[in-house]
């Protein structure tokens, strides 16, 4: 199929972008559009062959379940059996933004796209061209991140059109994603909130409003084979890139000892901007995802990085771990999926 791409420089300039993505998603085509967190592929979510065109374009397993896009609560009441007041106090203080609420469906959704399940995973975008699209689509919008499956999530149109040409409608270009990192998920479903996917709404945001929430244990651990997953998405390999990762826990001073007894190997770094200069100094090949100190720089760097790798041909990479607080433990998160679990203490 041919694939449109069509930018979007400011918005009611490019009404005609917004309203061509609308009736492609409206007529149940795929159009790719970008969000505050990552740019996401999207079909008409009460639509269950435009939810199948997805998984085909993605080559995404068919049992994990897609995120309907809203941009106001009176949208969501028929696509759920119920809205507790949970889901009413979160989405007072995080909606529109990178969170995703996980509730028990209603009728209205087919099982393509919760994924066989019977909940559904609903998300507010705050980006305003996101939410132009879907207000004018006037359709609940499936949207997975929009890259191939089991690959680094896209953060500009440019990973997308890397990644989709030729397997979707359309590709909407409105420039560098905000967070970089894939939304917050968060489960309603059970009795215990529980979080399934970590993101830039932190844990600790979440206690203050909802009081008590568990952390599966598969945010920070390899799930053992023959375990029941609460979150089909965590049982894959994601967010990898061709070479093989390690995560390198250490501070400053041991990790450019380690990068030193590497010398003159074929290795490539994953740092800090702080680190760059001490990397090239050894003759090391290094790339930076941010900076030490910030982790919204290192969500914002982390997968144009991982594809940078590729680029470069990397096969070796050693990667310096961030800290795994607030923000921190989703960028944790992605990279130890990116490793493979793969990570060793200095
Ligand atoms: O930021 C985001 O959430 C982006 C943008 C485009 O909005 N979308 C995104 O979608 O990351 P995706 O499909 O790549 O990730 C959705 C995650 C998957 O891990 C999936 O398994 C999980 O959410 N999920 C979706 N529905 C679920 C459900 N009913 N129960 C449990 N997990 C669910
Ligand atoms: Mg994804």
Redesign the pocket.
């Known amino acids: 199929m041919e694939t449109k791409v069509a930018q979007v420089a400011d918005l009611h300039a490019d009404s005609r972008t917004i309203r061509e993505a609308a009736q492609l998603l409206a007529t149940g085509r795929l159009v790719v559009f970008p969000?505050e967190?990552?740019?996401?592929i999207g079909a008409n979510a009460l639509d269950a062959d435009a939810v199948a065109g997805i998984f085909a374009a993605k080559g995404r397993p068919q049992d994990?379940?897609?995120?309907a896009?809203v941009t106001a609560l009176d949208d969501i009441f028929p696509l759920v059996a119920d809205f507790p007041e949970s889901a009413r106090r979160l989405a007072e203080a995080f909606w529109p933004g990178?969170l995703?609420i996980?509730l028990p469906k209603s009728d209205a959704v087919p099982l393509q796209t919760?994924?066989g399940?019977d909940?559904?995973?609903i998300?507010m975008?705050s980006h305003p061209v996101a939410r132009a699209i879907i207000r004018q689509a006037g359709v609940p919008v499936a949207?997975?991140?929009?890259n191939r499956s089991g690959g680094p999530?896209p953060t500009t149109a440019k990973h997308c059109i890397a990644d989709l040409t030729g397997r979707v409608d359309m590709i909407v270009d409105g420039g560098e994603c905000e967070v970089g990192l894939?939304?917050t998920?968060l489960?309603l479903?059970g009795s215990v909130p529980r979080l399934?996917?970590p993101?830039a709404v932190t844990v600790s945001q979440l206690r203050k409003v909802l009081g008590e929430v568990e952390v599966d244990a598969a945010v920070t651990h390899q799930l053992e084979a023959g375990v029941a997953v609460?979150?089909?998405?965590?049982k894959y390999k994601h967010y990898a890139p061709k070479a093989s990762m390690t995560l390198v826990h250490a501070d400053k001073s041991r990790f450019h000892a380690f990068a030193e007894e590497k010398r003159g190997e074929a290795v490539w770094f994953l740092v800090f901007e702080e680190d760059l200069n001490a990397m090239k100094a050894m003759g090391a090949n290094a790339l930076a995802y941010g900076e030490e100190h910030s982790h919204s720089s290192q969500a914002k760097r982390l997968f144009s990085a991982l594809r940078e790798l590729d680029t470069a041909g990397a096969q070796t990479v050693y990667a310096r771990a961030p800290s795994a607080s607030g923000v921190g433990l989703a960028i944790y998160n992605r990279m130890l999926r990116a490793a493979g679990f793969h990570e060793i203490y200095l």
């Open positions: 969000t967190t990552v740019y996401g994990n379940p897609l995120i896009h990178p995703t996980i919760s994924g399940l909940t559904v995973a998300r975008p949207a997975p991140s929009a999530s894939e939304s998920v489960s479903a399934l996917r993101g609460r979150s089909p998405g965590l």
